[in-house]
Each structure stands twice: as structure tokens, then as C-alpha cells.
């Protein structure tokens, strides 16, 4: 399963072995063995991606097992609110 989180501690990546840094987002990958990859590699591997939506640009994971729009909607999140 895939997860979208939020860093709360220093994290690597496991596709480009960068440092996900504190309140960075990321995704948790838990198939044959976890893996934690952060926005640049969902972005390249079309695990996640950005929707203009009222002007403003939300970053959406899609969990292939999770499509109904409202499962959807809790797995993303404003820029903005990633700020705060
Ligand atoms: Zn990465």
C-alpha cells in the first residue's frame, strides 16, 4: 500500500538517497518491503502529482488502491498548508 506523510524527523530517500527534510512531504511504500520516497521521485515516477485547483497547486498521491475522489481529497494537500 502507499501512503502520503509528512516528515517529522530526517528521512532518506530510497530512490535518490536525498535527506527528506522536517515537514517535507513523502510517500511510504509498503509492498514486498517499505520503501520512503520523497516528492521529486513520486513526481518522476508518476506515483504523485500536481492539479491546479482554485488557483492554487496541490500536490496528489494516487494509492492505486484507493480512487474514490473522497480518499483522494485526504491525501492531498494545499502548498500552503504545508507552510503553516
Ligand atoms: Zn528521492
Keep these: ?5 509528512f516528515a517529522i524527523g530526517e528521512i ?3 530512490g535518490c ?13 509498503e509492498e ?8 521529486d521521485c513520486c513526481l518522476s ?3 504523485a502529482a500536481y492539479w491546479e485547483q482554485k488557483g492554487e497547486r496541490v500536490l496528489t498521491f ?3 488502491e484507493l480512487e474514490s475522489s473522497e ?8 502548498e500552503k ?4
Design 1 to 5: 500500500m502507499r501512503r502520503g506523510c
Design 12 to 14: 532518506k530517500c530510497d
Design 17 to 29: 538517497d536525498r535527506v527528506i527534510g522536517y515537514g517535507e512531504r513523502y510517500l511510504v511504500m
Design 32 to 39: 514486498d518491503e517499505k520503501q520512503c520516497l520523497c516528492i
Design 45 to 47: 515516477k508518476g506515483y
Design 62 to 64: 494516487f494509492p492505486p
Design 71 to 78: 480518499n483522494l481529497n485526504d491525501n492531498s494537500l494545499s
Design 81 to 84: 498548508q504545508i507552510d503553516v
